[in-house]
C-alpha cells in the first residue's frame, strides 16, 4: 500500500519570502500522479499543484513549484514571494494511476500548517 | 456553475441516531468519495465509487454506508454503530478513466455529537 509523509507539522514564514514543504512517500508502482492541495480556514480544498510521475521536469504554477525526486520518492513545495493569503494546512497526496480496484484515490499526508508572517 | 455541493454545512446528531450527509455533483465525474478530517490525521478514506450502482470500502468503513444510486449522487449515512463520529466530513469527485486529474472537492460538513 502507498504512504504520504508530511515531516513538518507546522511550518512559518515571512511574508515576502520562501519557504519549502517536504513530502515523501512509499510505493512500488511507476505510474502515479502527485498533488499539493491548499486548505484555508475555510476548510475549502484547493489544487495548488500536479506533478506526473513519468515527467522529470518539476512542474510550476506561478509562485509554487514542486521538487520531485522519483528515485528519492521525494515531492516538496517551494512557495516564493509567500503572501498573508498563502497562510493555510498544505496537504500532499499521492494519486495511483493502475486500472481496478482503488485507481483514483487519493492518499493524503497529515498536512503541514503554514503560517505567514507580516 | 459545475461543482460538488455538500450539505448542511453543519450537522448535530445524538446519542444512538442515524444521519446522513448529502453530497451531489454536476461535474459528470464517474467517480465519487468520502473522506474524514480529524487535526493531525489529515483525510482518510472512508467510502467509494467508481460507478453507479457500486462502491468500495476505504481505509476506515466501519460505522458508515453509502449508496449510489444516481451518478450526481453519493450520500453518506453515519450510523450509531459508528462510536466517535464528531469530525469534518469531505465528499470528492473525480474523472475515473482520465490520467491524471484532481479530485475536485466539496466545501465540507462539520458533524458532531451532543
Known amino acids: 500500500a502507498q504512504t504520504v509523509t508530511q515531516s513538518q507539522p507546522e511550518m512559518s514564514v515571512q511574508e515576502a519570502e520562501t519557504v519549502t514543504l517536504s513530502c515523501t512517500y512509499d510505493t512500488s508502482e511507476s505510474d502515479y500522479y502527485l498533488f499539493w492541495y491548499k486548505q484555508p480556514p475555510s476548510r475549502q480544498m484547493i489544487l495548488v499543484i500536479r506533478q506526473e510521475a513519468y515527467k522529470q521536469q518539476n512542474a510550476t504554477e506561478n509562485r509554487f513549484s514542486v521538487n520531485f525526486q522519483k528515485a528519492a520518492k521525494s515531492f516538496s513545495l517551494k512557495i516564493s514571494d509567500s503572501q498573508l493569503g498563502d497562510a493555510a494546512m498544505y496537504f500532499c497526496a499521492y494519486r495511483s494511476l493502475n486500472y481496478g480496484g482503488s485507481q483514483g484515490n487519493l492518499i493524503f499526508g497529515k498536512g503541514t500548517k503554514l503560517s505567514v508572517k507580516p | 456553475d459545475g461543482g460538488i455541493t455538500q450539505s448542511p454545512k453543519y450537522l448535530f446528531r445524538k446519542e444512538g441516531q442515524n444521519v446522513t450527509l448529502s453530497c451531489e455533483q454536476n461535474l459528470n465525474h464517474d467517480a465519487m468519495y468520502w473522506y474524514r478530517q480529524d487535526p493531525g490525521q489529515g483525510l482518510r478514506l472512508i467510502y467509494y465509487s467508481q460507478i453507479v450502482n457500486d462502491f468500495q470500502k476505504g481505509d476506515i468503513a466501519e460505522g458508515y454506508s453509502v449508496s449510489r444510486e444516481k451518478k450526481e449522487s453519493f450520500p453518506l449515512t453515519v450510523t450509531s454503530a459508528q462510536k466517535n463520529p464528531t469530525a469534518f466530513y469531505l465528499c470528492?469527485?473525480?474523472?475515473?478513466?482520465?490520467?491524471?486529474?484532481?479530485?475536485?472537492f466539496g466545501q465540507g460538513t462539520r458533524l458532531t455529537v451532543v
Open positions: 470528492a469527485s473525480s474523472t475515473a478513466r482520465e490520467r491524471g486529474t484532481e479530485a475536485f
